[in-house]
């Protein structure tokens, strides 16, 4: 297929490379470089995360370059899906924990989750937050003085 070479003016013949391409060689198949992390090092990784580590921690145990995780991460869909699964397990039996010990009755878990949950009807009212607290003189009465309730003076 004739090409026009624009800086001589002249055409010259290039012929598509007759290159005969070997299976592996190039091709993903067999060369190349070789995994920066491993899938025993994925292993300790998961489990570390499914255990409430930060990442940070997690990679430390599992022995990984902060870099290699962030690029596989990026790269690597079925990695990602995995790290995002570990990192709900342990919020996902926390939350089983505490609908369990609400059914059964726990009413300290009841209360802080609605407290949350509700803060609007069932939240903690802050003194400065209440119209009362204006109108409301406070007395503070430091241990050793004489109207301290749990000190008697002869």
């Known amino acids: 297929m004739p090409i026009n070479s624009k800086s ?5 013949n290039r012929t ?7 299976p592996g ?20 990784l998961v489990a570390a995360i499914e255990n409430g580590f930060v990442v940070k921690e997690a990679l430390t145990h599992a022995k990984i370059k ?3 995780y ?20 342990l919020k996902m039996k926390a939350k089983a924990n505490m609908a369990n010990a609400i059914r059964n ?15 609007e009807e069932f939240g903690r ?6 119209n009362e607290s204006s109108n409301r003189n406070i007395q503070v009465i430091l241990p050793g003085s004489r109207q301290h309730p749990r000190i008697s003076f002869p």
């Open 70 to 89: 962030y690029r596989k991460l990026k790269n690597d869909v079925k990695f990602r899906d995995r790290i995002e699964v570990a990192d709900m397990k």
């Open 16 to 22: 598509k490379s007759t290159r005969i391409k070997h």
């Open 125 to 130: 009212k802050r003194l400065e937050d209440s």
């Open 66 to 68: 902060k870099d290699a």
């Open 105 to 119: 009755g726990d009413m300290r878990t009841t209360r802080w989750f609605l407290e949350r949950k509700v803060p």
């Open 8 to 12: 001589t003016g002249k055409t010259k």
């Open 25 to 44: 060689i190039g091709q993903g198949v067999g060369g190349g470089r070789k995994p920066s992390i491993k899938e025993k090092q994925v292993a300790i």
